[in-house]
């Protein structure tokens, strides 16, 4: 299945990035502007930082797509996730981040009833980057949950939810699959789950703006997904992007069988380090709170 775009932040007259080739043109434009930066003058190089996020963010970010991984079971709502230039390289923030609300989709296609967008990253055989600094990223590894898509039964138990998988191409070479998290009904902030590519959950506190709600928990995986499409618990979505729409025949289900690392990994200075498979544990949150500023 071809990758279906949205691009809400394309300026009017500009040119949408849809392939890889693309983006690396937009990238060695933007990295010849960076490079003049050892020739600037100490008051110039004031202005740089500003200038440079200005230009890569015309250059690549506003031209690149946030990307359609689930539809919403209860109201069917297209949910596109923030990947933008992460769905051209491995090399971009979307993969570097340590941490967010486990719900990292355009703001316009968030549902109420998204609990928990979470997925994995299939290799596909290919070396892994030798080198990840992203755009002003203060994390230089990709911790990754699996190669072969998987569903967190502690969710998926839950009265009501239903999860959806969907692959994606990433930079042209890996595939993505994201495995998004529904519910009828409001799930407890307290039964939060990590998001794709993240280690940490960090949130507002439900119903307290300056307050900050953050934890880390394993959740144990299960690669077993056809008894849940059994159970209409796990779709998918089939067609292009004209048709596309849920599924939950389980005889067509292509999910199954999928051969990979069936544990957690991270990438590293072009080096992969494999992890064993988690086991469930009681999470470890933190609550904290801001005082607003006076005066």
Same mark, same amino acid.
């Given at each position: 299945?071809n990758?279906i775009?949205?691009?809400p932040?394309?300026?009017?007259g500009?040119?949408? +990035?849809e @392939?890889v @080739?693309?983006?690396e043109?937009?990238l060695a434009e933007?990295?010849?502007?960076?490079?003049t930066k050892?020739? *600037?003058?100490k008051? %110039?190089?004031m202005?740089?930082?500003k200038?440079e996020i200005?230009?890569?963010?015309? *250059?690549?970010?506003?031209?690149s797509?946030v990307v359609l991984?689930?539809?919403c079971?209860?109201?069917?709502k297209?949910?596109? !996730?923030n &990947?933008?230039s992460g769905v051209?390289?491995?090399d971009?923030n979307?993969? *570097?981040l340590?941490?967010?609300d486990a719900?990292?989709a355009y703001?316009?296609t968030?549902c /109420?009833? &998204?609990?928990a967008i979470?997925?994995a990253l299939h290799?596909? =055989?290919?070396p892994p980057?030798v080198?990840l600094?992203g #755009?002003?990223?203060?994390?230089?590894k990709? /911790?990754?949950a699996?190669?072969?898509?998987f569903s967190?039964?502690?969710i998926? =138990?839950k009265?009501?939810? +239903? !999860?959806?998988i969907h692959s +994606?191409?990433i930079a042209?070479?890996?595939?993505?699959?994201?495995?998004s998290? #529904?519910?009828?009904n409001?799930?407890?902030?307290n039964?939060f789950?990590? $998001?794709?590519?993240?280690?940490?959950y960090?949130?507002h &506190?439900? $119903?307290?703006?300056?307050?900050t709600f953050s934890?880390k928990?394993?959740?144990?995986?299960?690669?077993e997904l056809?008894?849940w499409?059994k159970?209409?618990k796990?779709?998918? &979505?089939?067609g292009?992007v004209? @048709?596309?729409? *849920? !599924?939950?025949? %389980?005889?067509? #289900?292509p999910?199954? =069988?999928i051969?990979?690392r069936?544990?957690?990994? !991270?990438?590293e200075? $072009?080096?992969i380090?494999?992890?064993p498979?988690?086991?469930?544990t009681?999470?470890k @949150? %933190?609550?904290? /709170?801001?005082?607003?500023?006076? $005066?």
């Open positions: 299945m990758n775009y949205l691009y932040h394309l300026h009017s500009d040119k949408p +990035i @392939t @080739t693309e983006y043109e937009a933007y990295k010849k502007f960076e490079s050892s020739s *600037l003058s008051e %110039e190089q202005d740089f930082w200038k200005e230009l890569r963010g015309k *250059l690549i970010y506003s031209r797509p991984v689930a539809i079971p209860f109201c069917d297209k949910v596109y !996730a &990947l933008k051209f390289s491995l971009e979307f993969w *570097l340590d941490y967010d719900k990292n703001y316009e968030i /109420t009833h &998204l609990f979470d997925g290799l596909q =055989n290919n980057p080198e600094k #755009f002003k990223s203060m994390r230089f990709i /911790t990754m699996s190669e072969v898509p967190k039964p502690r998926l =138990n009265e009501g939810v +239903i !999860a959806v +994606i191409s042209e070479k890996y595939i993505g699959y994201s495995v998290y #529904f519910s009828p409001k799930i407890s902030q039964e789950c990590i $998001g794709w590519a993240r280690q940490e960090v949130d &506190l439900d $119903g307290i703006s300056n307050a934890g928990r394993s959740d144990k995986h299960d690669y056809l008894p499409v159970k209409e796990l779709f998918w &979505l089939e292009n004209d @048709t596309i729409h *849920l !599924a939950k025949h %389980e005889k067509n #289900f999910y199954s =069988n051969q990979g069936k544990h957690p990994y !991270a990438i200075n $072009g080096k380090t494999n992890y498979d988690p086991k469930e009681p999470p @949150t %933190e609550i904290e /709170t801001f005082m607003p500023s006076i $005066g």
